[in-house]
């Protein structure tokens, strides 16, 4: 049972390019959320999916982010014409249709850096 | 508004030590209380969680004490060992919502 597939696991892009990170959820996981690690912190939630829907995306910065989690193939976390401090660990979670208390399962995670 | 503290920021134990890790939050709409364990890396896993209508879980060598009235909770490592030499996050969420509440994180290394 392979866990939350990210790719790819090291990005690094120059000032101005666009970042492309994919987040496969576990078998059966329908939910998807991202988060980001700056060096030296904790996870800060940006972004909460389902299946071609945005639920909460109010961690996510205003300007040059945006995710998505079509209806087939992986969740995309786009960042468009990045800066420096965007360089950072970005991880994925899954979880299952909701319950009571869900476990969030991360993936590896995708470090960008941006020269 | 820092709505997870968690302390403290590096520990160093011995070999067969005890390990404390707390955290304090002010978000009372919480209401499931997990810690975190990452390894260089890794993404976080799950290492206990526990749930506000008890005070203490136990799980092997790991314990997680929770006081709902002073919005603490602290995660006891026994017996610690250098495999367990690891960042450790509290991660506090709110059913109601989607987030999980990450602290700052705690980095423990394990002496032989």
């Known amino acids: 049972n392979a866990g939350v597939m990210q790719n790819p696991r090291h990005l690094v892009r120059r000032r101005g390019q666009e970042a492309r990170l994919r987040c496969s959820p576990m078998k059966g996981h329908s939910h998807v959320y991202w988060y980001r690690q700056l060096p030296e912190e904790g996870l800060k939630f940006m972004v909460y999916?389902?299946?071609?829907?945005?639920?909460?995306e109010s961690g996510m910065p205003k300007e040059r982010f945006s995710a998505e989690f079509p209806k087939e193939g992986p969740s995309i976390l786009r960042i468009q014409q990045v800066v420096r401090g965007d360089s950072a660990a970005y991880f994925c979670?899954?979880?299952?249709?909701?319950?009571?208390?869900?476990?969030?399962?991360f993936g590896p995670g995708t470090r960008l850096t941006v020269l | 508004q820092q709505q997870v503290k968690q302390s403290p920021q590096s520990l160093i134990v011995q070999k067969g030590g005890i390990s404390i890790i707390n955290c304090a939050y002010e978000?009372?709409?919480?209401?499931?209380f997990p810690w975190y364990q990452q390894f260089p890396g890794k993404g976080p896993a799950l290492l206990i969680a526990i749930r506000p209508d008890v005070s203490e879980k136990k799980e092997g060598r790991f314990t997680i004490s929770f006081n709902k009235s002073a919005k603490q909770f602290s995660l006891h490592i026994m017996d610690s060992q250098p495999g367990d030499s690891a960042t450790y996050f509290c991660a506090p969420f709110e059913t109601s919502g989607s987030r999980l509440t990450f602290g700052e994180g705690t980095q423990l290394t394990v002496n032989p």
């Open positions: 979670a899954s979880s299952p249709p909701r319950g009571l208390y869900n476990e969030q399962f």
């Open positions: 999916l389902q299946k071609e829907n945005i639920i909460d």
């Open positions: 978000n009372t709409a919480f209401d499931y």
